[in-house]
Nanobody, 118 residues
């Protein structure tokens, strides 16, 4: 079992920046075997979509809409994955969810709300 807790969301003006964090806890066996972690988001009335993902080998991929603005990184010592968000746009407003894949299972956090508005 893996528990994921996100933090760092909030209200920010267009053009601003945020850093989202997601801490993994629970079974050390499962945490050490996480093959990938990612950030997804779900805007009101829309489906959940992948924003950024990082594998255990450090390979990353991003949604086209966030390339060049978002950066995902992982601190293995802290069991934490980060999402640096720059140049925020109103269309980035959404609940951002952390995801971890391990032992054939998908785990999700409860999400953190990012609102971009002037």
């Amino acid at each position: 079992q893996v528990q994921l807790v996100e933090s760092g969301g909030g209200l920010v003006q267009p053009g601003g920046s945020l850093i989202l964090s997601c801490v993994a806890s629970g079974s050390i066996f499962s945490i050490n075997r996480i093959s990938a972690m990612g950030w997804y988001r779900q805007a009101p009335g829309k489906d959940r979509e992948l924003v950024a993902r990082i594998t255990s080998l450090g390979n990353t991929n991003y949604a086209d809409s966030v390339k060049g603005r978002f950066t995902i990184s992982r601190d293995y010592a802290k069991n934490t994955v980060y999402l640096q968000i720059n140049s925020l746009k109103p269309e980035d407003t959404a609940v951002y969810y952390c995801n971890a894949q391990t032992n054939g299972m998908n785990y999700w956090g409860k999400g953190t709300l990012v609102t971009v508005s002037s």
